[in-house]
């Protein structure tokens, strides 16, 4: 088989991935996207909620208040499901994530992140127009409903901490609520309306829309093991089921698989995961939901889809490779049929996605330390969707030598 000489190689066609592979052939590079599916978006980037959360600066942080550990240590947070048997195996990560998530280290992560939050919406609707894939993405924002008392005071916190980012909310009684989201049960009191993100009716298909676009415009998708790839040379050389494949420059995209490859070269980089599922629903009768709900004391989302009523999971700590439960799923259930008229399942078992995440949250973005024209793009936590194609930007420009929009720093993957 004949050999195929490429300027880039991009390993995993989530929609990370997808869109640095994008970025790179926007700036003239021949690009070869390279998967173990045959299909973009197969893994994490299949199932999650489909937000664009332009309005996400603060991270999700560990628990810092001893009576919120002990609650959830306890299973009795809906928004959190612990695997007790794997504990042993994740405690090391869980406490660099619980250091990490200080107020200063929290701050610090929102300041990095407001960059690239903040460029989100632009980005993916420039990416959706090219793709010819407007449709799929809808705006109008998201809500986060509360239910009682304690949950308007921690909706109205939030909203107040985001409000020197410039982030634009709107506080809404339960009569404003019902005004935008008329089918939400008597347990919604009112909620935070985040006007500014979109939202995708099916963010599988946006992102394969996004990999067709790639194709379209002379990339060369193909299937094959990034665990094969190697220096050769000057050059990276990788195995792929239409032959061997070498390339000036790799990026390693696997989302929660990198680390098995940044491993092999040596760096010890503590990518964890945050698992979570999710579960379509039919609505009852002629009930519609016009936007994501986040049921903020419940802490799962209820958003609509192509399929039906998506119903996402908040964390699941488990083993990456543990086997799926439908445990948290059955256990928010009930939340969600208080919430919203939902009627059957639609899925035969709940989907599972595991979200990379870096102790402080925020991905890695840039050059691999050692390894000349080795580059680095995940571990893109709840926000993989919102950030794909920024980071791919960011990544594309620092590839490119070009003046960076955002200061990349933070990102650095040295920084542990
Ligand atoms: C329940 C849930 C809800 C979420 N909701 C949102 C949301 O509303 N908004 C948002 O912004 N984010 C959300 N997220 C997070 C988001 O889905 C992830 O951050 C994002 O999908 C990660 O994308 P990725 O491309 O890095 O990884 P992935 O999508 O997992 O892609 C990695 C790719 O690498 C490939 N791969 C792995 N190993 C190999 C190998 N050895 N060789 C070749 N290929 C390989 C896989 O096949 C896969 O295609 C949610 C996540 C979950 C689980």
Redesign the pocket.
């Known amino acids: 088989m004949a050999s195929l000489k490429t300027d880039v190689v991009v390993?995993?066609?989530?929609?990370?991935?997808?869109a640095a592979a994008l970025h790179l052939q926007a700036r003239g590079r021949a690009v070869a996207l390279?998967?173990?599916?045959a299909t973009?978006?197969?893994?994490?980037?299949?199932?999650?909620?489909?937000?664009?959360?332009s309005e996400a600066v603060f991270p999700y942080t560990f628990p810092r208040a001893p009576a919120e550990i002990a609650r959830a240590a306890l299973g009795l947070d809906p928004r959190v499901h612990i695997r007790y048997a794997s504990l042993p195996a994740i405690a090391p990560w869980l406490w660099r994530y619980f250091l990490a998530s200080s107020p200063r280290g929290r701050l610090a992560t929102a300041m990095a992140m407001r960059g690239l939050v903040q460029r989100s919406v632009a980005e993916h609707s420039a990416l959706a127009e090219a793709a010819g894939a407007q449709s799929l993405l809808r705006g109008g924002g998201w809500i986060k409903a509360y239910r009682t008392r304690r949950g308007e005071d921690l909706a109205l916190k939030d909203m107040e901490e985001t409000r020197p980012f410039d982030i634009p909310s709107v506080a809404l009684d339960r009569n404003q609520m019902l005004a935008l989201e008329p089918h939400l049960g008597e347990v919604a009191r009112g909620g935070v309306h985040f006007t500014d993100p979109l939202s995708a009716s099916d963010?599988a298909a946006l992102t394969q829309a996004y990999a067709r676009l790639f194709v379209a415009r002379g990339g060369h998708y193909l299937i094959?093991?990034?665990?094969t790839l190697r220096q050769s040379g000057g050059d990276w050389a990788l195995d792929s089921v239409e032959g061997p494949l070498r390339a000036g420059a790799a990026v390693v995209?696997?989302?929660?698989?990198s680390k098995?490859?940044v491993d092999a070269f040596g760096y010890r980089i503590p990518l964890g995961v945050k698992?979570?599922?999710?579960m379509h629903y039919a609505p009852k009768g002629n009930a519609v939901l016009n936007r994501?709900v986040l049921d903020l004391e419940r802490g799962y989302?209820l958003?609509p889809m192509t399929r039906g009523l998506r119903l996402?999971?908040g964390a699941e700590f488990a083993r990456r490779d543990d086997p799926p439960s439908s445990v948290h799923i059955d256990l928010l259930e009930p939340s969600a049929r208080e919430m919203f008229p939902l009627a059957e399942r639609r899925d035969a078992v709940p989907w599972l996605?595991?979200?990379?995440c870096l102790p402080d949250m925020l991905p890695v973005i840039g050059p691999a330390p050692r390894h000349k024209g080795l580059w680095f793009d995940?571990g893109?936590?709840?926000?993989?969707?919102?950030?794909?194609p920024v980071s791919g930007l960011l990544l594309a420009q620092m590839m490119s030598g070009e003046t960076p929009f955002a200061d990349p720093a933070p990102f650095r993957a040295d920084r542990f």
């Open positions: 390993l995993g066609a989530g929609i990370v991935g997808v390279v998967d173990r599916a973009a978006a197969s893994e994490t980037s299949f199932g999650n909620a489909g937000i664009v959360q963010p094959g093991d990034a665990l995209a696997l989302g929660p698989w098995e490859l698992r979570g599922y999710h994501p989302l958003a996402t999971s996605g595991k979200r990379p995940f893109h936590q709840h926000l993989g969707l919102t950030l794909g």
